[in-house]
């Protein structure tokens, strides 16, 4: 640890400020937002890496999708908000983001209920990327963070198994479109949690952020808050010295 906080010392001298960007995608594609680090955080975010442990993928994609819904089930469910977070496996950081709302086709108008649930409103839907397009512009965002590079290693990563074995397949199924491979494995966190912890989180992230002692960020049910709580789960979990690994089947088409 010494040698570590001595190379820190070299390498980024008590003056000097050091920028990096977050990268962005969907409603403001293209974009960069900057944010300044301090050396005393890069110090510590240093430090942080040395006590967590090797994990077996480089990345974790984060995902929590939103869809529509009313107090009786909605046929053909859609998704409304399409975020990912791409989280640094080694320091488990969020390195970038995807984030896009979607126009539902079957059923374009939002119900109350959804609203109430998910804080998503009309104005945020219309107008926005079809899946289709939705789906054109992650394979982008993830060509472009070179996720699909072969000798890059990632899983995606979602509270529950719904949005990768139902929700993306049956929309993909109704609407005739393939879901690219990568969406075929995953990692369910609630089961994760289940191995490092011995308990099911049956309220699934209130349950986890309670046996972990973490506060809610935003919105519950907001997709993109909701991707941020799930990576401090992830983080804390690594912190604790967990070992993340794909709890799916591979689901072959």
Known sequence: MRLLQRCVQI?????RTVFSTESLCGLCKGSARPRLYSNSLLRASVAGMASLPQQRYQYF?????????????IQPQEIIEFPILKLNGQTMEIESIFHTYVQPVYNPQLTPFC??????????????PTLQQALQMVA??????????????SVFVTCGDWDLKTMLPGQCQHLGLQAPDYFKQWINLKKAYSFA????PKS?????????SLKQEGRLHSGIDDCRNIANIM???????????????????
């Open 61 to 73: 994609l984060v995902l929590d999708f939103e869809a529509t819904c009313d107090t009786t089930p």
């Open 204 to 212: 699934g992230l209130p349950a986890m952020q309670e046996g972990l």
């Open 115 to 128: 609203t109430q649930l998910t804080g998503i409103i009309q104005s945020m839907v219309e107008g926005q």
């Open 11 to 15: 390498l980024l001298p008590p003056q």
């Open 197 to 200: 912890m011995g308990s099911w």
């Open 235 to 253: 983080k804390e979990m690594a912190r604790r010295g967990f070992v993340f690994k794909q709890t799916s089947p591979r689901i072959e088409t």
């Open 140 to 153: 982008e965002w993830m060509d472009k963070e070179n996720l699909l590079n072969p000798d890059v290693s």
